[in-house]
């Protein structure tokens, strides 16, 4: 098998063990967030307090995006990439502290908070990274196959989180909550080590670097497709994060494995059409603007039909109309992350793909704050139709996005 791998091209090496690094720490974020959220409910910590636990791993995000870019760009994506996964198994060393050894300010929730903020900041970095190194790694030209490798690497990640919830679950069964998390960091240690020693030192690694004040894009089809993902992002989690699963307690009465088993399984479908992207929009053709609002214009669709429908058959409406978001949505990730790593420069690409991803992660945090006040206030109706209007934005704003003409693969 080695022998295989080593006759394989340099870039198709170097693709691969980004995807297993990405792999790796994905199915590491993932069941760190079941863990925490079983393991601290069974403590006795209120929704609230869990949920709370969460807050600064989301707003991180838009800072860690905005600046990892800039990172990445001046020491070079390896670098960035590796200090995602050296940061994580810091974040994980941090659990196994005992309480009783933390002063007293810090114990409990704010050390958690502190925790999760730091694998916050190492998921962005180490997504940012590898979104980034696959620009580098496809001949120029081949937009058909860089489509491809985006949608592979994006569908993957997001199927392998849905696993992560599983495995944290299993885990926390299996070894209790101190065992799963050293068993976690000690994997991910390993996966670390051999990165830094095969990862390509100069990739994505500018040659003029950049100064501090070039984080923001120059690019109008890069803001263009910012300003998209934000309200697309914002459309999906103001009815997902908050409203969906205590819609699904509340009214149909599931407890909290059944909720949480269901939302496991539709991020796996979710990642499975992700990674088939390709084969669904055409794949004699790499997608331009106009395919991204053909695609956003379908899915504001869905939201606006559950609304209308939700009081009328609230369980086939809700739980067959999630399926249809989940697939739509799903295409319209992928291609949204091979636009941007299509539009991105050549020369400092991380600077391109983090500023988009600030704008992803900014539509996150929008979409959960109001996600929670909107279903509070006026419900799950309410909710869906806010999510129509912000994937109508997403449509107007996806009208400005260039068009060519067929690129072959």
Known sequence: MLAALARLPLAVRQYLLITANYWSFTLTDGALRMLVVLHFHALGYSP???AMLFLFYEIFGVVTNLLGGWLGARLGLNRTMNLGLALQIVALGMLLVPAASLPQLL???PWVMAAQALSGIAKDLNKLSAKSAIKLLV?????????????????????L?????????????LLGFEGAIASMALVLSLVWLFSLVMLKQTLGKAKNKPKFSEIFS????????????????????????VALPVYLADSFGWDHWAVGGFLALW????????????RMTGRAAAPDGRAAWFWVSLLALVPALIALTLGLAPMPSLLGGLLLFGALFAINSSLHSYLIVSYASDEGVSLDVGFYYMANAMGRLLGTLLSGWVFQVWGMT???WISCGLLVVTSVISLRLPRRSVIPG
């Open 48 to 50: 609230l307090a869990i």
């Open 161 to 173: 989180k849905g696993v992560g919830f599983f495995l944290g679950g299993a885990l926390l069964a």
């Open 382 to 384: 309410a909710c869906l």
């Open 107 to 109: 114990a409990g929730v």
């Open 267 to 278: 991020v796996i479908a979710y990642g499975v059409v992700q990674a088939l992207a390709p």
């Open 139 to 159: 001949p120029k030209g081949a937009e058909g196959k860089l489509y491809q490798w985006v949608a592979l690497l994006t569908g993957s990640k997001n199927a």
């Open 218 to 241: 120059k690019s109008r089809s890069v803001n263009i497709l910012s300003a998209a993902r934000l309200c697309l992002f914002a459309a999906r989690d103001v009815w997902f994060v």
